[in-house]
């Protein structure tokens, strides 16, 4: 098993780090809003600041060759994001000419190996670092899946460990190059997300496809998700509303399960001024695919949720390349 670098410590802190905490070494140590009420606070501010992080230059250089790297992102579990990420992973890497990049950040809840087709494999390491597992010719990736002893071990980690091990992954993964690096994250706003965009910043992110359920308790949590892009810079590239009908398996035809009662996606998207990519019917094959860990665009190409996705990820390439140009 590979073993995650791990932050030192200068000094005992009186309780282990909360959740939220920038690490007691970093810059905001102590100054971050994790650190209010904290027990440590004190001490952390007495830390010595260590100025720029010396493994930026590093993680520039090795995402350098990435041309567009894109964050998933949802505000509640349970919208399919993993789902609609190695969909869209799979779609891009139909493109023979791409290299694509898939990289699974939800550190508590790794799925997307699974929905790849490769949660048994381990991960390499070489002198050049970490080689990410191959699911296709053109379609790599990453994930802590690949470094537990066993599928179901589970990981109860702090944000200082979470933090050293992103930055691992961002530093020591060897991609080559690649047109697009798709980066799935956990559901809300939390460690993973502030580390990524933090560790990012300079490297840039094209931006970030939000992944919703038309329901309003979805929508709510979607809001504080765009409100966080906002705070930290990260353009939206466009909703995508997945689960918005159930394609029914024998006759085809469409229900609604999840209800828009406040107009859903395509509203919300509307009134924050944010484009709408489209919305992505409930297709039980889809679950069938990501549990064989396979590509539901090639198995069921004549199913509407196909076109659904390859209209999505078209809007979203669309936005890309404006967005660089
Ligand atoms: S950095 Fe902040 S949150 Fe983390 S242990 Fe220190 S005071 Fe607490």
Redesign the pocket.
Known sequence: MISVTQPTQQKE?KEP??E?????E?N???K?D??AG????E??ESLPKKGPDPDLPLINERLNDIEHKILVLSGKGGVGKSTFTSMLSWALASYEELEIGAMDLDICGPSLPKMLGCEKETVHASNSGWTPVYVADNLGMMSIQFMLPNADSAIIWR??KKNGLIKQFLKDVDWGRLDYLVIDTPPGTSDEHLSVTTYMKEVGIDGALIVTTPQEVALLDVRKEIDFCKKAGIKILGLVENMSGFVCPNCGGESKIFKPTTGGGEKLAKDLGIRFLGSVPLDVRIRESCDQGESFLDLYPDSPACDAILEVVDGLLDEVDKNSQ
């Open positions: 802190l780090e909360p939220h905490c920038p690490g007691p970093s905001d140590a102590g971050a994790a650190c904290c027990a440590n606070k001490i952390c944000g200082a």
